[in-house]
């Protein structure tokens, strides 16, 4: 189960964390290096990018007294950017021939918001020219299909969140979703604690989801199953179907053994190696 770290995933790992640690301090970074290597060499045993990032988010408190929630900046911009925007993304969706399916563009191109995998290359003004494009996304056809099937079929979805920001599509996303399968149960899972940029409890209270909530249970950003909180456990084996946010729920959860549905951005070279897609492509994949 899962997508594990390779070569590539070390390679990306030690020249991003490295050059944060020597931006940092120069003279500890060469201990925080040597905490690196050693957390890296056991990920090839086995472990996804998601939960290895949990581990070397420690190096940054043990080594330069950083806190875990070191992107609190980064979610507070990308909340306060989105939110004004959501009523008129909102009404834009609704007036679509598939609402369902154009409130997934938004959702799918608010995974861009990610400033842990996409290190230094966010830009609020180039989400702003991505979102006049939203519509014009591709999908693939027949795992929608599939998606609306199980939706129609199913009693409870699992609404797995990826990063801060990008929660607010989501609360579009489900609105639709509430529409068109009103005796459909949704419910959010958020992270438990800080993770990266990814959206926790307090994020969806800004963004004012009214759906039930549960949480992780941990700092890992994605879904490491063994470690689910029991709220979320239960969650999770109650769905009838999950639609998983965002690379780091897809890594974490690939191969389970529940119904999930992968939407995401291409944004790494292990994802362009997995999938055979250039970055940035645009996904919706059914779990194998």
């Given at each position: ?9 070390m ?35 086995g ?38 925007r959501?009523?008129?993304i ?33 830009s ?12 014009k ?68 209270a ?27 456990k ?5 769905a009838?179907?999950?639609l ?16 999930v549905y ?25 779990n194998?």
């Open positions: 189960m899962a997508i594990t770290m390779n070569s590539l995933c390679r990306c790992m030690v020249k991003k964390h490295l050059e944060t640690a020597e931006s940092l301090d120069m003279e500890k970074s060469q201990d925080f290096a040597k905490d690196l290597m050693e957390i890296l060499r056991a990920s090839l045993d472990n996804n990018s998601a939960v290895v990032g949990a581990q070397i988010n420690y190096l940054y408190q043990k080594h330069f007294g950083l806190g875990h929630d070191r992107f609190i900046a980064e979610k507070k911009e990308s909340n306060e950017f989105i939110k004004p959501l009523q008129e909102q009404n834009l969706v609704e007036q679509q021939a598939d609402p369902v399916f154009a409130a997934l563009q938004f959702a799918v191109l608010g995974n861009y918001l990610d400033f842990a995998a996409l290190k230094g290359q966010v609020f003004e180039k989400l702003d020219e991505m979102l006049q494009d939203a519509l996304m591709e999908l693939d056809p027949a795992t929608y299909e599939n998606l609306c099937r199980d939706l129609e079929q199913g009693k409870n979805l699992l609404y797995i969140t990826d990063n801060a920001g990008e929660i607010g599509f989501d609360r579009i996303m489900a609105q639709q979703l509430q529409k068109k399968y009103p005796h459909l149960q949704i419910t959010f899972c958020v992270r438990g604690k800080p993770a990266h940029n990814d959206a926790t409890r307090e994020d969806a800004y963004m004012e989801l009214a759906f039930p909530i549960v949480d992780t249970g941990n700092d890992i950003g994605g879904v490491d199953i063994p470690q689910l909180s029991q709220e979320a239960d969650a999770l084996d109650r009838d179907v999950v998983a946010k965002g690379m780091g729920n897809t890594e974490s959860m690939y191969g389970c053994d529940y119904n992968y939407a995401f951005l291409v944004k790494c070279i292990r994802f362009v190696q997995f999938f055979d897609k250039p970055m940035f492509t645009p996904m919706l994949v059914k194998p």
